[in-house]
C-alpha cells in the first residue's frame, strides 16, 4: 500500500528516496520467506539501487547496494558480488572511518571465504567484528552476529575446532536474544556446516534440531533436514539418511540459493558412497566440481578432489594423483582439515599396495605431521582413522 501510496507521486528525487527505501524494506520483507537469494529479493534491491541513483541519497543507496552485494553471495555469483562492493567503496569518503572498516571487512571477507582465501577471511572477518561501528541497515539482521559465524566457520577450516564451536555457541546464545528469528537461523546454518565438516554426528543432531524448528525459514529448515539425514549417514543408517538428505538438498535448491551447494554435495556424495551408491556418489562430485568451476567457490575442491579419488576403482595411478590434488589444495587454503582427510586417504591408498617402505615411511610422515598440527577436536573420528592409518604405516 504504501508503495502504491508512493509511485503514485510525481517522480522527483524526493520521491525516488522514498520509492528507494520501500523497496529496500520489501526485500528485507521477502529474504526470510524464502531466501536472501531469492530472485524477488534481488528484483527489490536492484529497483532500490536504480531508484536512489542520481538523487543524493547516501542511505538508500548504500543500503541497496550493501544488500545486493549479500544477494549475489547467496547467490554464489561471487563476481558480482565483487562489483557491487566495489560501488560501495566509492561510498566510503563519505561514511565514518569505523563504518568503512567494517562494510570492507565484512563484505571482502565474506567473498574470501566463499573463494577459499581462508587466511585472509579469517583476518578480515575478525576485523569485523572487532570494529566498533556496523552499518545502521534497515536489513533486519544483525551484521555482527553473521560477521562472528562466518569467524567461526573459516576458523575451523584452518584447524582451531574448539574455537568455533564456543564462538558458534555464543553466537546461537546471543541470537536468541534478538527479535529477528533470521539471526538466529543464519547462525544454526553456519553450525550445521561446521559439523558437517568436522562429520560429527552428534553436533549436527543437536544443531538440525534447531534449524528444523525454524519452519518459516525455508533455507534454515532445508538445511535442518538434510544435516538430520547426514548425522543418520555418519551412524550407518544410509537407506533413510540418503533419501531425507536429497529432500534437504531439493528444498534448499527451491529457495533459489547457490552459495554451499558444493559442500552439500560433498556431503552427500561421502554418504552416497558409504552406503553402496557410487553412481550417485560420482554424479554429486561431477556436479560439485562443475558448480565450483562456474562460481568460484572453492572451499570444498579439497574434499571434492579426495571423494574423485575413492570412487575411482581400480586405479592406482588415478586413486593416489587424486589424494595429492586434494592434499595441495588443502595445504593452498591453508584447510587443515580437509588436509587431515586427504592425508589419511593417500596413507590409506598406500596400506592396500605393494609400495616400498620408503614410500610408506614418506607418507607416515606427511600424516604425522599434520596430525601435529591438530590441536583441537582429537576426540573426532576423523583424527582417530588418521592415528590408525599413521600407526599401520609403521
Not at 138 to 153: F, K, N
Not at 229 to 238: I, P, V
Request: charged content about 25%.
Amino acid at each position: 500500500r504504501a508503495r502504491a501510496i508512493v509511485d503514485a507521486l510525481s517522480p522527483t528525487p524526493e520521491r525516488n528516496r522514498a520509492s528507494a527505501s520501500l523497496h529496500v524494506l520489501l526485500g528485507r520483507v521477502l529474504a526470510p520467506a524464502s531466501s536472501p537469494a531469492d530472485e524477488a529479493v534481488e528484483a527489490s534491491y536492484l529497483q532500490a539501487r536504480s531508484l536512489s541513483a542520481g538523487t543524493g541519497a547516501l542511505r538508500a543507496r548504500f543500503e541497496s547496494q550493501f544488500a545486493l552485494t549479500l544477494t549475489y553471495v547467496a547467490q554464489a555469483r561471487f563476481d558480482q558480488a565483487r562489483a557491487a562492493f566495489e560501488e560501495i567503496r566509492g561510498m566510503f569518503p563519505a561514511l565514518p572511518e569505523p563504518l568503512a572498516i567494517f562494510v570492507g571487512s565484512f563484505l571482502t571477507g565474506a567473498i574470501e571465504y566463499h573463494s577459499g582465501s581462508l587466511a585472509v577471511a579469517r583476518s578480515l572477518l575478525e576485523r569485523a567484528v572487532a570494529s566498533p561501528q556496523t552499518p545502521p541497515t534497515t536489513l533486519g539482521v544483525d551484521l555482527r552476529l553473521i560477521a562472528a559465524s562466518w569467524l567461526g566457520l573459516t576458523t575451523l577450516h584452518l584447524g582451531g575446532v574448539d574455537a568455533a564451536r564456543a564462538r558458534l555457541a555464543q553466537e546461537l546464545e546471543r541470537s536468541a536474544l534478538l527479535d529477528a528469528p533470521v539471526n538466529r537461523g543464519f547462525v544454526v546454518q553456519t553450525g550445521c556446516f561446521a559439523n558437517m565438516i568436522l562429520r560429527d554426528a552428534g553436533g549436527l543432531d543437536a544443531w538440525a534440531a534447531i534449524g528444523l524448528g525454524l519452519e518459516g525459514l525455508p533455507a534454515v529448515h532445508a538445511i535442518g533436514r538434510f544435516s538430520r539425514g547426514r548425522a543418520a549417514s555418519l551412524r550407518g543408517d544410509h537407506r533413510p539418511a540418503l533419501a531425507e538428505m536429497r529432500a534437504g538438498l531439493e528444498a534448499y535448491r527451491a529457495t533459489g540459493q547457490r552459495v554451499a551447494l558444493p559442500a552439500l554435495l560433498a556431503a552427500l556424495a561421502d554418504a552416497a558412497r558409504a552406503g553402496g551408491d557410487d553412481d550417485t556418489a560420482i554424479d554429486c562430485v561431477r556436479e560439485a566440481l562443475a558448480g565450483a568451476a562456474a562460481t568460484g567457490e572453492i572451499r570444498q575442491l579439497a574434499e571434492l578432489h579426495r571423494l574423485q579419488g575413492l570412487l575411482s576403482g581400480g586405479d592406482r595411478r588415478r586413486v593416489e594423483a587424486c589424494f595429492r590434488r586434494a592434499l595441495a589444495v588443502a595445504r593452498e587454503q591453508g584447510a587443515l582439515w580437509l588436509e587431515l582427510r586427504a592425508a589419511t586417504s593417500l596413507g590409506a591408498a598406500t596400506l592396500d599396495t605393494d609400495a616400498s617402505s620408503a614410500t610408506r615411511r614418506a607418507r607416515r610422515r606427511t600424516l604425522a605431521a599434520v596430525l601435529d598440527r591438530i590441536g583441537e577436536g582429537r576426540e573426532l573420528a576423523d583424527v582417530a582413522e588418521a592415528r590408525r592409518v599413521h600407526d599401520a604405516l609403521a
